[in-house]
């Protein structure tokens, strides 16, 4: 196969996922369309879900309860809108208004899956929302926005070091606060309405593992070093948006070529004779980094999960099973006593430069700007060429990625091209153990900065604590979809006529069948959290609500009968 074909193969899906991450549907097959409202859609369980395997490992090394990694359905209440996943019509994900609410939704997930969620959404309330908008630019598609090609590879530089520091240091710290949240939930509960408090902590759990994504991401060695770019299109130089992603495609596309091209190579069917051991991802001799207290390692990344190095599963492992504890113990502990760690490993902080301090030399830099794959055992290198590479991946980023490069943008392309890796390959010979590389001694590329240039938070990160109703619409999506978890919120909330409006609706003869019963289930749902079984005279003072123990003065229902608190709040609604 000529070099040309296989320069073109490797850039061709823009590929910089560190860990693997999969999405596949009840049949298991891979996800189709393989991102946006599809994606939100299924599980992401499968042979090389390496994220979600980290997580599981993690949880387990941390002592955490096994029933943390029991499935968990959210019933979510939408409209009955639809949404089109790749020229199929499919019922909407979004949570809708509860006096609003057509339809109930189930969504089943694990914790551990949601450790795959940055290569999926831009943010948890992203895939509370069914992956239905596009939070990168009004009015995009929402498939083409989540398309890793052509959209969210371009912006993934939080997942290199060191914006990931700060995209995991964020997460992290929105976890312990929903756990603290949750601790407080728990505290007022006892040992009553043990649901909520489940719910709650799966909330808190799901923030950190979104989270450990970074701190994964942190460890897989084609992460560590500086990518150029921003998480921020609008950082990106030009003068429109189409200008600015102009330059963020090719930027995105040079960085996964230096990041190594397995993921993409070895599935292809015209690669599968090969053995695409492509660095940086690859065990390689040369390849190794740096930890900031001078340890030196060779590392792997993405599908090498299983042939991690010692210092670099210990390292990995004691900063992610680090994070986790400190969430957990955050929390009420409602799924159950959080164990001793795994010996071996250390307690440290997670957002630390212990656990993102550390840098790819600078021969594996260089390393990993070629591509390797042994063809019949023989091994073969296949350098990045300046002067072919800048011609075919303005081609590329046109074809896969989307966007039309013009002449001045092509050119600048090769200028920048042939100044990195000649900068790189001279380095490399003179310190090929030192790291200045991955810190961004290559310098600018078209114009764009090494990451660590680019402070500003994420336009698309997850609101600020508290959420609930009155709060940002991203917040308000967040407290639907965990409406559950957020029972406090809602009790604080809701009033007595809108429990009646609630009754009204429920009883609406002119609903179809499918609405009728998920205005009933609305309405049992939130009602059965402010019920008092008995009448405003006398009641039954040893089964107050859920929302007596939450919040000061609670919106009150009245139901007199025999049975439990849903069976009266589902009679009061529905019949």
Known sequence: ?????????????????????????????????????????????????????????????????????????????????????????????????????????????????????????????????????????????????????????????????????????????????????????????????????????????????????????????????????????DEFPGASTEAKRDHAVLTALVSGFIHGARGVLQALPTWTTYDVNDALCAPWDDVRFVTRDGVVSQAVGDLYLGQMTPTQRERLLSCATSGVRAVYAATGQAHGPLGAVASGLSSVDPASDFCFGQRATNEAIVRGMAIQLKVVSVQTSIPLDARFSSWMVPQVARASGKVPVSKKTKNAFRLSLERVTTIARLTAKDDPTGTSLAEGAMGDFLGVAPNGTYAAPTSSDDPPLPWGPGGSPRALTLAQAFHTAHAKEWCAAMTRPQLDALKVRAQDTTLDAEARAATCAVCTELVSRHLRVGTPASWDTTAEPLCQALTPTPAIVYVSGPGTTRALAEQWCCR
């Open 1 to 233: 196969m000529s070099a040309r074909l296989v320069v073109l193969a490797c850039v061709a899906p823009l590929s910089a996922l560190a860990w693997d991450s999969v999405c596949y549907d009840a049949n298991g097959r891979a996800c189709s369309p393989s991102a946006g409202p599809q994606t939100a859609r299924q599980r992401w369980v499968g042979p090389s879900d390496e994220h979600r395997q980290l997580f599981e490992l993690t949880r387990e090394q941390a002592g955490l309860p096994a029933s943390v990694s029991q499935p968990v359905t959210l019933s979510v209440w939408t409209s009955s809108s639809s949404v089109d996943l790749g020229g199929v019509m499919a019922p909407t994900l979004s949570p809708a208004p509860f006096d609003q609410a057509t339809r109930e939704r189930a969504r089943t997930f694990t914790v551990a899956e949601l450790a795959q969620l940055p290569d999926f959404s831009y943010a948890l309330w992203d895939w509370a929302n069914g992956h239905e908008s596009c939070p990168l630019a009004d009015g995009t598609d929402a498939t083409l926005c989540h398309d890793f090609a052509s959209h969210m590879g371009p912006v993934n530089s939080n997942h290199f070091v060191p914006q990931s520091q700060r995209a995991y240091a964020r997460a992290h710290g929105l976890a312990l606060a929903r756990a603290a949240e949750c601790k407080a939930v728990s505290d007022a509960l006892g040992a009553r309405f043990p649901e909520v408090s489940r719910a709650c902590e799966v909330e808190a759990l799901s923030l950190e593992a979104m989270a450990q994504h970074y701190l994964q991401d942190a460890w897989s060695m084609g992460h560590m070093w500086q990518r150029w770019g921003s998480s921020n299109l």
